[in-house]
């Protein structure tokens, strides 16, 4: 029984002092305490540290158990906010520290860092320090020795990188100082004093100019990345000489040149990101030697040739990006069935040729393919119906045929959400397909474009059976008859663009009725898509960001202008010009709150323009050109920023922006001079000049437009 209590009593006595605190550490923590304070507490009491606990028990804290030193400090994502106090220099025990995600903010604390020699990690990315990283020229660096781990990406700091602030860093193995706004040369010579670094992020700042050799000094290096900022000159050799490198990230910069055949030596490389930079010549013969490439970018350079055939010996790619170069050849000569962890290809906007390579088939894990913009003939492959997984297709601008063939392959890939095939065919022909009735595919089809692909016959009525469909695209073909009356019926609709046909009768008042355009319903989808689809030159990755409209311009539609068309408070974009409406302008048009281009030009309409279009505030892009209106021009709101072009061939019009005065007596016979006739017809695809133009960058009036 006495050796029972003894210890117990020595167990309690081990636990009191497990939860002591040292007093210098104490004090410290405490100053650092009432330096911050939290923007998500009220009272401002941001962290549990009360002074009846041993600060060894306070969040984030962790100290030695046989002296009581604090030796770590980790309180990332907890909306701190205010200054770091001098006096955590005094936890000289201190080997990770750890403030990221928070609000924090005053210069960086050189002397807090040249302090604490036991350091390990330092994390204060995500934060608001700000400043320069330059010790002072008398003080040498300020750079512990121990630092392993250094992050400060996501802050405000500026001014060149002196490399005298790791001269003592010889055991740093990460730093990362992107996004920040550090200018002037990379620092090359860093692998002099770090030669262990692993990991070096230099991306998102604003670093100029070349990158000189010393990076091959770094013979462990791993990652390297210093994308998004104003690089230029030939990649850096000696680099391709660290035969440890998984990673090289240097998009958005300036850089020219070959890329160096040096680079197949790195036999472990996963992810090679050069693109949109202005690298020139061809792919290197070898590429094929990086059996663990898994991303290969290099979209948007001048980068030429064929491709080689080595390039399939990348088994384990999954992500291949090479649209908008200058890449040619035979695409069929390639065997892609060896690359069975392929999952995004995008060889868009080059110059290749030939048919495309039923190999392709095989590649069973792709979910995203994209062969717009080249020279390829044929039909669509019937093998492309076993690709299941296949999210988004875009074969848009090339030389196909037989587009009734490629729909009824294609409606067997049932997770289908985008397909484009503008401009794509060129051999005439209808839609109307009973075998596409009867096969109800596209099920989970949301973009359908078939622009341009010189249809002809009706609107076909399988398309009803699309009942999650949210744009489509049929313009500039010659198709014939009526607008449907079910369009108006489909739930999930809310971009038609039919312009360019041969449409006839009336505008359906049950297209007003479209259940996306007219209720408040909110689109669901917040997924980004593999790879972006593009309309009118405008990318969107996201279907959820894809505008609004209805487009039926040019066409042979008559009638007056519904006045359930005030109905649409969603529509962004209305197209009825170029038809045979006559009637008046409804006013329920003001109703349209979000509409930002409304062209009704090259009609037939008469009576005066509504002015309660004037409260229509995005309004940015209109134009009534080449009717029969009469009246004063509207005037206030956005109407103030429209042009003389948005109104000319009206006769019967006048207001200030005619130069034709309204409200003339009558008993005063003075001849009124007719204005100067002007040439230019209202372009439907630019933008008024309104007080909102900035707000909406995207210009999209002709949706579907070249993906």
């Not at 999954?318 to 069935?337: A, I, P, V, Y």
């Not at 596209?442 to 002809?456: A, P």
């Not at 489509?472 to 009526?482: C, F, V, Y």
């Not at 479209?514 to 689809?533: E, G, I, N, V």
Request: charged share 15%; aromatic share 8%.
């Amino acid at each position: 029984m006495l050796t029972l209590n003894i210890f117990v009593f020595l167990l309690l006595l081990s636990s009191s002092k497990a939860f002591s605190c040292n007093q210098i550490d104490h004090n410290s923590l405490v100053s650092f305490y009432h330096h911050i304070s939290s923007s998500s507490s009220s009272p401002p009491s941001p962290l549990n540290w009360s002074s009846s606990i041993p600060c060894c028990q306070w969040e984030g804290v962790a100290c030695r158990s046989h002296d009581h030193r604090v030796i770590r400090l980790s309180l990332p994502g907890r909306a701190l906010s205010g200054t770091l106090t001098p006096f955590l220099a005094n936890l000289s025990f201190l080997s990770h520290l750890n403030l990221s995600r928070n609000h924090l903010s005053g210069l960086f604390p050189l002397t807090l860092f040249h302090s604490l020699n036991r350091l390990k990690t330092l994390d204060l990315s995500f934060n608001s320090f700000s400043g320069l990283l330059q010790p002072p020229e008398s003080s040498g660096s300020f750079s512990p020795v121990s630092i392993q781990t250094l992050d400060l990406s996501s802050n405000r700091f500026i001014g060149t990188l002196d490399p005298l602030f790791l001269r003592r860093a010889k055991n740093l193995i990460s730093f990362n100082v992107s996004n920040n706004s550090f200018s002037g040369p990379i620092p090359s010579s860093i692998c002099r004093s770090s030669p262990f670094l692993r990991v070096l992020d230099f991306s998102m700042n604003q670093f100029s100019g070349g990158i000189f050799d010393g990076l091959g000094g770094c013979s462990q290096l791993q990652i390297f990345r210093a994308g998004s900022n104003y690089l230029s000159g030939w990649l850096p050799n000696d680099l391709f000489g660290v035969r440890t490198l998984k990673e090289i990230s240097l998009p958005n910069n300036r850089f020219s040149g070959p890329i160096n055949n040096s680079i197949v030596h790195l036999s472990s490389l996963k992810v090679l990101e050069l693109h949109v930079n202005e690298l020139s010549g061809p792919l290197p013969t070898d590429i094929g030697s990086l059996s663990n490439l898994e991303q290969l970018q290099l979209h948007t350079n001048s980068l030429s040739g064929t491709l080689p055939p080595s390039l399939m010996d990348c088994i384990n790619l999954k992500t291949l990006l090479l649209k908008n170069n200058h890449f040619g050849g035979q695409l069929s000569s390639l065997d892609f069935s060896k690359l069975q962890k392929l999952q995004t290809i995008d060889l868009g906007n080059n110059s290749f040729v030939g048919r495309i390579p039923d190999s392709l088939c095989l590649c069973r894990s792709v979910t995203a393919i994209r062969l717009a913009i080249n020279a390829l003939v044929g039909e669509i492959p019937p093998c492309m119906a076993s690709l299941r997984s296949l999210t988004p297709l875009s074969v848009a601008t090339n030389n196909l045929s037989n587009v009734v063939g490629a729909l009824n392959t294609l409606s067997y890939c049932d997770n289908l959400k985008v397909l484009l095939l503008t401009g794509g065919f060129h051999d005439e022909t209808s839609l109307d397909d009973n075998d596409l009735w009867r096969r109800n595919g596209f099920q989970n089809l949301q973009i359908l474009s078939l622009e341009g692909c010189n249809l002809t016959g009706q609107i076909p009525s399988w398309i009803a059976k699309l009942k999650n469909l949210r744009g489509l695209d049929l313009a500039d073909n010659r198709i014939s008859g009526p607008i449907p009356t079910w369009l108006g019926e489909m739930p999930d609709l809310f971009a038609v663009n039919l312009t360019k046909n041969l449409l006839s009768g009336n505008l359906p008042r049950e297209i007003c009725g479209l259940p996306a355009l007219t209720t408040d319903k909110t689109r669901q989808d917040l997924s980004y898509l593999a790879l972006p689809f593009i309309v009118n030159k405008q990318e969107y990755n996201r279907l959820f960001n894809l505008p609004g409209g209805l487009v039926v311009g040019k066409n042979n539609l008559s009638g007056s202008i519904p006045s359930e068309i005030g109905q649409l408070k969603h529509v962004q974009y209305l197209d009825l010009s170029n038809n045979n409406f006559i009637g008046s302008i409804p006013d329920t048009l003001s109703h349209l709150v979000n509409l930002m281009n409304l062209d009704m030009s090259g009609n037939h309409l008469s009576g005066q323009i509504p002015p309660s279009l004037t409260g229509l505030h995005f309004l940015s892009s209109f134009s009534v050109a080449d009717n029969d209106l009469e009246g004063a021009i509207p005037s206030g709101g956005q109407f103030e920023t429209f042009p003389a072009a948005s109104f000319e061939g009206n006769p019967k019009l006048c207001g200030n922006v005619l130069k034709r005065k309204c409200g003339v007596v009558k008993q005063v016979e003075v001849e009124q001079p007719e204005p100067e006739p002007e040439s230019s017809l209202f372009n439907i695809l630019s933008f008024g000049l309104g007080y909102m133009a900035g707000l909406v960058a995207i210009t999209i009036a002709v949706l579907f437009r070249n993906s």
